[in-house]
């Protein structure tokens, strides 16, 4: 059992500094596509024995030191009692998006094992293959709100700051809500033997730092404390979080992860050596010829190093179909290399 | 001539707290509409009477304390040899991306009095008719760079950045001759009238600090420096700013415009009491009841206030379609009342 991940999480002293990539399992892997040729997004996403696989794909095939569970941050969404489905243009588009009250009250809060329990088969397959540690996930409440007031993706969110302003009731409602899905969804995930889970504030981003002081961090901050007595650290990833570190730093995670945007040295040292640092390479650097894409390596290592209680390595923000698999084995191997693994050529 | 904004923009007292709006001349307005009813989008920014009538509008329905000229960030690319066109569904689209160093051979530095006269004419029609000061306007280089190498918009700026990062020549080249174009499209602006420029870098926010200071700023300070001797006042607005503060500090503008994603307090200590800050209301924060705009207007001038050499109000980016004229009147008269105007009743 590799555990240099886990340890990095807890602050502990570990030979090397360890790395996974968000969105490891995905269209850039070859492996990947072949698996999705024969089966459409979602039930990839509820076929256990499918999930489990891809998950394990980017461990063999890169030597990341975690592996993440294959899912998607909607499927708690879609337990909740909204309409859930891909489209290839647009993305995830979710029917009757919730504005009203009326709209809320149909909403439900599933119960894990009885509403996914693809999610935790997947996760217990997982932990008898895997010789990594096993990230769960689920989306932070602001997040999902998003998606469910939006009905998908947006670009300027007017619909989730309409409601979130016009309608406090509403919007505050949702977000209870939505926290207690994730509460049960999360915990269920460390039952079924997640090691970690890690939340997703992909879109938090984009609320100024009073906003979401009142409209995302309490949510977050009740999401963590309710799930400290399951005993799995907590990772809390929030996009675009240059902004927002002071408040972030109050969110109770054992570690942030952070986007590219900003200095890792800096956001480290506003969030204080309490907390273990995760990231932050653009992901766009992974097209970087293998020479400059290790100066940015060895700087990041440098910035967080003795800044933070740890630091794991990440991108700043999931990896892209585009990049050639070559390059992202490349980063891996720099990572320990730099960092100072001693590596059997 | 009400001079306050000009008076804020150089650091002087000033008896109340000047607001302009970006994208104020626009779709939300249902003068401007009409004025597009008749007339595509290119053909009103090259039109000199209508581009001008355009840019007096907010400036008689909003009480607003500047104009800007009415044009598009992509004429002077046009200008550059660039084919571009507006579709209604992907927004601009510029033919023939410039990926190579063949297509940027091709490109010219335009001489803006012979190349876009019309923008220099509708400056001259506006400053007969403005009694408030006029603010000129370009993209800043990297803005404007994204635009060419990826065609249009983009989500991940991957063209950007993969030839920023495999092909530095070419991404250098191009970012020289876009800056040898603004340096004299800014000058002709300024000399047919202008008393101030805003240079816009809409999507410098997607580079890592490390990267904006390599690819980005050192053409924004070149070009800064050379207009100096203009001896008009110019403002830099970074979209994304949050991350990248320390090192916009270092531009040489006479103000900084910020996007709302940041605490403008905090982003005036960062940026020093030498330089005036613009900002940063979020654009979607018009859609607040009054009274809660209003605490939140409050709250911006109250940060501001002492903080910087000097605060223009505007928004953190573009004034959105959606928004009801009303409520932009609301903030322009907030403003000012909350900064200490006497208002006539």
Same mark, same amino acid.
């Given at each position: 059992m590799n555990d240099t991940f886990l340890k990095a999480l807890r602050g502990e002293e570990t030979p090397y500094t360890p790395i996974w990539i968000m969105r490891q399992a995905g269209r850039y892997l070859k492996e990947y596509r072949e698996v999705r040729e024969g089966v459409d997004f +979602?039930?990839?996403?509820?076929?256990?024995?499918?999930?489990?696989?891809?998950?394990?794909?980017?461990?063999?095939?890169?030597?990341?030191?975690?592996?993440?569970l294959f899912s998607d941050i909607l499927i708690p969404v879609e337990a909740m009692g909204m309409k859930l489905e891909f489209s290839e243009k647009?993305?995830?588009?979710?029917?009757?998006?919730?504005?009203?009250?009326?709209?809320?009250?149909?909403?439900?809060?599933?119960?894990?094992?009885?509403?996914?329990?693809?999610?935790?088969?997947?996760?217990? +397959?997982?932990?008898?293959?895997?010789?990594?540690?096993?990230?769960?996930?689920?989306?932070?409440?602001?997040?999902?709100a998003t998606y469910m007031i939006e009905g998908g993706g947006s670009k300027n969110f007017l619909f989730t700051k309409r409601v979130m302003y016009q309608n406090h009731g509403v919007f505050s409602g949702l977000m209870e809500k939505i926290s207690d899905t994730v509460i049960s969804y999360l915990r269920a995930q460390i039952r079924a033997g997640a090691d970690t889970v890690q939340l997703f504030d992909t879109w938090a981003g984009v609320l100024s730092p009073d906003d979401y002081r009142v409209f995302a961090l309490p949510y977050v901050k009740r999401i963590i404390k309710e799930l400290k007595s399951e005993?799995?650290?907590?990772?809390?990833?929030?996009?675009?979080?240059?902004?927002?570190?002071?408040?972030?730093?109050?969110?109770?995670?054992?570690?942030?992860?952070?986007?590219?945007?900003?200095?890792?040295?800096?956001?480290?040292?506003? +969030?204080?050596?309490?907390?273990?640092?995760?990231?932050?390479? /653009?992901?766009?650097?992974?097209?970087?010829?293998?020479?400059?894409?290790?100066?940015?390596?060895? /700087?990041?290592?440098?910035?967080?190093?003795?800044?933070?209680?740890?630091?794991?390595?990440?991108?700043?923000h999931g990896i892209l179909p585009e990049i050639p698999v070559e390059n992202a084995k490349s980063l891996v191997e720099l990572v320990h290399e730099l960092s100072g693994k001693a590596i059997a050529r």
């Open positions: +979602l039930t990839l996403c509820k076929t256990p024995e499918l999930a489990a696989k891809v998950s394990l794909q980017p461990v063999d095939i890169l030597g990341v030191d975690a592996a993440i647009h993305g995830p588009v979710l029917s009757e998006p919730i504005r009203s009250r009326a709209l809320l009250e149909k909403l439900t809060v599933p119960d894990p094992e009885d509403d996914m329990p693809f999610v935790m088969e997947t996760i217990k +397959l997982l932990k008898s293959q895997l010789k990594v540690p096993l990230i769960g996930f689920s989306g932070a409440p602001f997040t999902l005993g799995a650290p907590i990772i809390y990833f929030v996009n675009g979080c240059a902004g927002l570190l002071k408040d972030i730093k109050t969110s109770g995670a054992d570690a942030i992860g952070i986007d590219w945007r900003v200095d890792i040295g800096e956001a480290a040292r506003t +969030l204080g050596k309490k907390t273990v640092i995760q990231g932050n390479l /653009d992901p766009c650097a992974l097209l970087l010829p293998r020479e400059i894409m290790k100066e940015k390596v060895k /700087d990041i290592l440098d910035k967080a190093r003795g800044a933070a209680k740890g630091h794991i390595f990440n991108l700043g």
